[in-house]
């Protein structure tokens, strides 16, 4: 009986660990989940705002897709061939001959000649470990200040690989683009408030749309209800912007703060606080569509 029992509370603990949690079910519910284009699995490079940014739970957007950053998976030269096979046979041979006292190649008889070759070698295997390990780490993008106060760019070209962007080109970001950007947190926030599908189609790509609407539903089948009020954006920091297929992108890093509150169908607060303000970090991406920004990904910071 008691087996039972604790079989039965270990149950119950996984689907409360496992079942989204009211403490966040503003819109995106802190997941992060959309597309940045050919960005989309290559970290933001990091702010002030927020030095980190979470990977992708959920994005429409393959990882076999062409890349247009370091980060992004892409295909690579195969592992398997003459090359690798040629280095792993020296690296076998050649160190193990060290180890044990043989020479490089364990004939011992290589003289002056010999030495000079085992230290050629031994410098290209040192290299190529070095190229291989230690690669370039993200650039820090620029830091702008409480609320956008400046209005700082990242690196042209650059992006948070440190590699170059041969397909993608820079785009200026200036005072009304990041109204724009406030604007639509604000939005997305009250169409999300009042569920809304319209509202969100009006200010958020159809794939945000479709996760979004995936969250209500769940917040209506448990027979809740989360309003988010009040939205104040706190700080905020360019990441990047770019364009690519003939889109333009920017990612921001923003920290707001707002009234969050989640009832149940009587009215009754079940979490959150009606006199007490909530804060979160996220770096929102948006895409210019039909001369306006919209929201295309969100993810969660710290």
């Not at 180890?99 to 490089?104: A, V």
């Not at 041969?166 to 724009?180: E, F, K, L, R």
């Not at 794939?207 to 706190?234: H, K, P």
Request: glycine share 16%; hydrophobic share 40%; no cysteine.
């Amino acid at each position: 009986m008691s087996r039972s029992t604790s079989l039965f509370a270990a149950v119950a603990v996984a689907a409360l660990t496992l079942a989204p949690s009211l403490a966040e079910a503003r819109a995106g519910g802190g997941a992060s989940f959309g597309s940045r284009g050919g960005r989309t699995y290559s970290a933001p490079p990091s702010t002030n705002t927020s030095p980190y940014a979470a990977p992708m739970d959920r994005s429409m957007t393959p990882r076999t897709a062409p890349s247009y950053g370091g980060g992004y998976a892409q295909p690579g030269p195969s592992r398997g061939g003459f090359g690798s096979a040629l280095m792993g046979g020296l690296l076998g041979a050649g160190i193990g001959g060290l180890l044990f006292g043989h020479g490089l190649f364990g004939g011992g008889g290589f003289g002056f000649i010999g030495f000079l070759l085992q230290a050629v070698i031994i410098f290209f295997i040192a290299r190529w470990l070095f190229r291989t390990f230690f690669r370039r780490t993200a650039m820090a993008g620029a830091g702008m200040g409480g609320s956008f106060a400046r209005m700082g760019q990242p690196a042209s070209g650059m992006m948070g690989g440190g590699s170059a962007m041969p397909q993608s080109s820079p785009v200026s970001i200036g005072p009304a683009d990041y109204q724009a950007f406030e604007r639509t947190l604000q939005d997305v926030q009250a169409a999300w408030s009042a569920q809304s599908m319209a509202q969100l189609q009006a200010v958020a790509s159809p794939e945000m749309v479709s996760y979004f609407g995936e969250q209500l539903a769940e917040l209506n089948r448990r027979g809740v209800r989360n309003t988010v009020t009040d939205v104040r954006l706190d700080k905020g920091d360019l990441s990047e912007a770019w364009s690519e297929g003939g889109r333009e992108y920017a990612t921001v890093a923003m920290r707001f703060s707002m009234i969050d509150v989640t009832r149940d169908s009587s009215g009754h607060v079940v979490d959150g606080n009606p006199a007490q303000r909530s804060s979160a970090t996220e770096l929102w991406t948006f895409v210019r569509a039909n001369g306006r920004w919209m929201l295309s990904a969100i993810q969660q910071g710290r």
